[in-house]
């Protein structure tokens, strides 16, 4: 299996590299290979991993998805649509689905503009073959994932909204109003819940069910760009555009611990699984930072 954080790639380059090797805390340049999937055009915006890790599925701001064989960094095929830069790309719980969304700079969808790309489309994984194309947001959508069931998609805008779609008729199922235009967006490991992280600094938990808002938190000054749950769901993780992560208890709301030392706002945030670490990336680099197991109980 590839060792790989998915936006450890060259955002500036139209090449995306992708570590491989044995995944230990001493890993260095002799444990490691460095295998380039050149293809793009443009720069690269988004990437993720298939479930079962075998393919890799990248956005760039050439208007495409692309698919690739991380093994050996061949282009297995290229998904085509979009009318502006793909900045958000997922696989469904099973691999089969690709979904996709594309939009303009931050700056120009906090006020709109006639040439958003509104869409999120979605293709089978296997031919290429567009399924279903998604339309309601009035802003571009920032960030796309899937129901842990597979059944449904869903959606976070700049217009301020999360939309859940079903996956099978393409038809709107619900939605929820935000305080602010989403940048982030995560759904609990049992499907019940959805987190947001918006512009305006703050993360939401709602009830994917009965779509109510369940609390609020509170991140560093500026955007809340990532949000995340802990692999049991019991706790919440997010990245803001001070350089800061902040660690929550999902069950109660109160605040765990402030993660800091980066230099610049974290745009990404994730756990590893298997162990107390969680992993922050910035717009330049990324840093494992060690957790505590006697503070945060069992990973």
Known sequence: MPLLLT???????????????AATPSAGPADIRLIPQIGHSQSLRAAAFSPDGRFIITGSDDKTAKLWDPATGVEVRTFAGHTLAVRTVAFSPDGRLVAAAANLAWTVNLFGNKRD???????????????????????????????????????????????????????????????????????????????????????TMGDLTRGERIRKFR???????SIAFSPDGRLVLAGSADGTARLWDAGTGAEIRTFSGHSSEVRATAWQRDRGSIFCRTTWATRAQRTRRTSLGSI
């Open 117 to 203: 790309d509104l869409t999120v489309r979605l293709w089978d994984a296997a031919d290429g073959a567009e399924l279903r194309v998604l339309t309601g947001h009035t802003k571009a959508v920032e960030t796309v994932v899937f129901a842990p069931d597979g059944r449904s998609v869903l959606t976070g805008s700049w217009d301020g909204t999360v939309k859940q779609w079903d996956v099978s008729t393409g038809a709107e199922m619900r939605t929820f109003v935000d305080d602010a235009p989403v940048l982030s967006l995560a759904i609990s490991p049992d499907g019940k819940n959805i987190l947001t992280g918006c512009t305006d600094g703050t993360g």
């Open 7 to 21: 936006h450890a790639m060259l955002l500036f380059s139209a090449i995306a590299w992708f570590l491989t090797g």
């Open 219 to 225: 991140g560093g000054r500026g955007r809340m760009f």
